[in-house]
């Protein structure tokens, strides 16, 4: 297991970013000194955050991300203590003077340590950046402090490179004699890296203290802008300085690292990639991550960041749930069981992964305790890089680790044995007694970070017999469903002696396949020839065929184990190398798919894909056809005749004032129109087709305004129009006389005004006549003529074609016959009521010519429905 203290500080560096950035920051150097890098198994952490208070800051960082950042690294230094005073943190300021402003022992400090960094928001008038005064000031800080160096953090945060403008404004007296504010400037390569300048205070540089005081320094640079030549002139005096100070090896370097910012939002970013690095961990590609191809068995913790808002899915071995992790930050310890389990660690996340880190728990083993022959001209010994608690399993291979070996302090060759997942290093044989192994094992994927992984180093006594071969299945470890397959049981030399053979005898009977419960599912049935032996010679091989036969399936794992017996022939006599066992335990089941479940869940989906769309279609065309809502609409019923002697007129008998239209009744599927008529909605033959409603009065024939297809004797007809307005003439007589009595139907949209509605009816009545004349009924032969009786409007009668007001008859069937009517003026038929317009002049129509019975009898009132 990881160190407490090493997770708690990678919990910390996990947490402290708030937002994704790309390529935040630059490092410059690495760690001068990789021993004291990381922290790790340290009783207290002691942490100093040193804020640059210039007022430069009022340009560089208006939103104080640097107060942000501080803030949540007391956070999760606290959150990440493991017990009270775990952590002890320190904040001080610097512009040209070092400003301790307290230490606070964590977690219970954190509320107010939080406090003190919220003044930092008006710390920023300072006129000095004095990098001697706050680098004097971190050096006398941890220098009072008995820890070891990997336990002293410094997180050095600055906006602008060394300026000591204002000599009375500052501390530089204390360190130079140098009263010219440029040339105390212009001494900060001296007084740093040596040798001092004769106006140095103290005659040894300050590197020289920074190394004594014994901590590691973070530093995050901020520069942002177009720099003006004054900038140019102090950052040339200052880049060779902290060059030199972060370069590791160097007369001046010290232990530490370097981030240029470039914005203030990438702040928090760099304390993340910072202490990453203090706690140990290794930044790898993220796409490793997620396409599973780092061991999970080596792997001690993953962390990664997020977008905000987004989540990642971290699947674990059976039984284990997978982990649901959220962002921005997020660090997971993985279970021991779980990294036993082996595998490969898989990291879905819902959004790209950014700033990948693993803990690595791994190192280079030697396996089962090799023999070297004293006969031998070559030994081989296997190796394996993989967590110490479980060397045997979930071993890193060449795509994530390089491994160097040598014996007796000489280089020797090593190679991966893919078939059994080991390294293998190859020593030249001799008269020795005994060989000194040393082997170092390199993490090949790491971007930032110490990639050096645990050494082994381990004296190897050579025998009287050779080794035992090396046994491994090569055949199908990814199997689905049952059956047979079909593979080999190979078993290689791990000498070379001349002039001798080896002989390989496997046990009687075939040999149990378990699942992971133990359960048995099938066997492996291994026949070795009658001569199954071969030369021994280093990496020479017997292959024995081997059928691997499943009875039950499952998802999961399974395993084997079949024994084995060796012999050693060296031509003078045979000699017994002992028994062992060939264990494999990463065998991938899975259960073969059902194909009649797989059909008809296809057919259901193609079925859903086809009906869903088809539903929706008919539910629009189902909205499309409702009718407007009734309550928008008005209607009337007045009396009227239709002559066909000539062209089909229709006029009316009396008039109509506004307040004589009522509410329509009915609802969004069917209109109760006056006079006993309906209009309902017809489906429409697509969605996109103009809605359709079939119109009818019940033992009458009927024209309308709209365009219609009529039925035979008019009886209905389908209007193919929007139905905001109408006028209905109907028939209710079957005689064909020259004037037949008959209906006139108004509808028309509340909002209408009188005129409106007047020349909706006016209008209306025309077309209505016009179309009862295509859809009518035979008109009678005029007098005087032995024409035949004609349909259509093939009459020359000049009477008007649309309206006329006359008093409507109480009876018409005793209705006299009236002449024909004037022709008139477009007038208005209707009359509004003096509620509705009194603006406006009531509106009439002349009178039809009248009896005078009629003339005097008063108009009566429209039919309702």
């Known amino acids: 297991m990881v160190p407490p203290m ?40 002691h942490v100093l955050l040193l804020l640059d208070q210039s007022g430069s800051l009022r340009q560089t960082d208006p939103g104080g991300e640097r107060v942000s950042a501080s803030q949540q690294l007391i956070d999760l230094l606290a959150t990440s203590a493991p017990r009270e005073g775990a952590v002890s943190a320190a904040i001080a300021g610097f512009d040209g003077r070092y400003q301790p402003y307290g230490r606070y022992d964590l977690p219970s400090g954190a509320g107010a340590a939080r406090g003190e960094l919220e003044a930092f928001h008006q710390r920023n008038g300072g006129q000095n950046t004095d990098y001697v005064v706050a680098l004097r000031g971190a050096a006398s800080h941890f220098a009072s402090i008995a820890a070891p160096k990997e336990c002293k953090t410094l997180v050095w945060f600055t906006d602008g490179a060394h300026d000591v403008a204002t000599i009375d404004a500052g501390d530089s007296p204390a360190y130079s004699t140098t009263t010219d504010p440029w040339s105390v400037t212009h001494e900060l390569s001296q007084l740093v890296c040596g040798p001092p300048p004769p106006s140095a205070v103290n005659p040894r ?203 007796s302090g000489a280089p020797v060759p090593t190679s991966w044995d893919g078939d059994r997942h080991v390294w293998v290093a190859s020593i030249p044989g001799g008269d020795r007694s005994s060989v000194d192994l040393m082997a170092t094992a390199t993490f090949r994927g790491a971007i930032t970070g110490d990639p050096a992984l645990g050494t082994v180093s381990r004296s190897l006594a050579v025998a009287d017999l050779p080794p035992q071969p090396s046994a491994a299945w090569r055949g199908p470890r990814s199997i689905e469903g049952t059956g047979r397959h079909v593979g080999e049981l190979v078993f290689t030399a791990r000498a070379t002696i001349p002039g001798a053979r080896f002989c390989v005898v496997l046990g009687d009977g075939p040999a149990a396949v378990l ?77 073969s798919p059902d194909r009649a479940k797989a059909t008809l869940a296809a057919l259901g989906l193609a079925a859903i894909s086809v009906l869903v769309p088809l539903g929706v279609l008919w539910l629009l065309t189902w909205r499309q056809s409702r009718l407007p809502s009734p309550e928008e609409f008005l209607a009337v019923s007045v009396p009227a005749r239709v002559r066909r002697d000539g062209p089909t007129s229709a006029t009316l008998d009396g008039e109509v004032a506004m307040e004589d239209l009522r509410p329509l009744k009915g609802d969004r599927t069917q209109f109760h129109l006056p006079g006993g008529g309906s209009l309902k909605r017809r489906l429409p033959r697509h969605p996109f087709a103009t809605p359709t409603a079939r119109i009818s009065y019940p033992g009458a024939d009927c024209a309308t305004s709209l365009p219609a297809t009529h039925s035979r004797r008019a009886r209905s007809g389908v209007i193919t129009s929007h139905f905001t307005q109408l006028a209905v003439v109907i028939v209710r007589d079957d005689t064909s006389g020259e004037e037949e009595p008959a209906e006139a139907v108004l509808l028309a949209p509340r909002r209408f005004t009188a005129a409106q509605a007047a020349q909706v009816l006016e209008d209306g009545l025309r077309a209505a006549a016009a179309r009862l004349a295509d859809n009518g009924r035979p008109r009678p032969a005029q007098q005087g003529s032995n024409a035949p009786p004609t349909h259509g409007d093939q009459g020359t009668d000049s009477s ?46 002349p009178a039809a010519r009248t009896s005078a019975a009629q003339a005097s009898a008063p108009p009566p009132r429209p039919s309702w429905f």
Do not use: K, W
């Not at 990678?10 to 004291?36: F, K, M, N, Q, R």
């Open 515 to 591: 699942d992971e419960n133990g359960a048995p599912i099938g066997s492996l049935r291994a026949d070795a020839p009658r001569d199954a032996c071969a030369p021994f010679d280093a990496g020479t091989e017997v292959l024995v065929p081997a059928t691997l036969e499943l009875t039950d399936q499952r998802n999961g794992a399974a395993s084997f184990s079949t024994g084995y017996s060796a012999t050693f022939d060296d031509g003078q006599e045979a000699r017994d190398l002992g028994t062992s066992a060939l264990e494999v335990d990463d065998l991938a089941l899975a259960r």
């Open 800 to 845: 008007p074609s649309a309206t006329g007001a006359a008093p409507r008859p109480a009876d018409a069937a005793s209705r006299p016959a009236s002449p024909p009517a004037p022709p008139r003026p477009a007038d208005v038929p209707l009359r509004p009521s003096p509620s509705d317009r009194p603006d406006e002049r009531p509106a009439t129509v």
């Open 6 to 45: 090493r997770r708690g500080a990678l919990l910390l560096a996990l947490l402290i970013g708030t937002t994704i950035l790309p390529a935040l920051s630059t490092p410059l150097a690495s760690a001068a000194e990789v021993p004291g890098a990381t922290a790790q198994g340290c009783d207290v952490r």
């Open 205 to 407: 540089p300050l590197a020289e203290e920074l190394r004594n005081a014994g901590f590691d320094a973070r530093l995050s640079e901020l520069r942002t802008g177009s720099p003006n030549s004054r900038t140019v002139q102090l950052r040339t005096n200052a880049d060779p300085v902290l060059q030199a100070l972060f370069t590791p090896g160097g007369p001046c370097s010290i232990s530490g690292q370097r981030d240029v910012l470039s914005s203030a939002d990438q702040l928090a970013d760099s304390f993340f990639r910072q202490f990453q690095e203090t706690s140990g961990a290794v930044e790898v590609d993220c796409n490793r991550l997620m396409d599973g191809t780092l061991p999970v068995a080596a792997i001690a913790g993953v962390a990664f960041r997020l977008p905000p808002g987004a989540t990642a899915t971290v699947p674990l071995a059976p039984p284990h749930p997978p982990l649901q992790v959220a962002g921005p930050t997020t660090d997971t310890e993985l279970p021991a069981e779980v990294r036993d389990a082996g595998g490969r660690l898989v990291v879905q996340p819902s959004a790209p992964l950014r700033a990948c880190f693993v803990d690595l728990d791994a190192a280079a083993q030697v396996l089962e305790g090799p023999q070297l022959y004293r006969g031998s001209t070559t030994h081989t010994v296997d190796l394996v890089v993989a967590r110490p608690e479980e060397p045997t399993s979930g071993g890193l291979g060449p795509e994530d680790v390089d491994l160097v070996a040598t014996a």
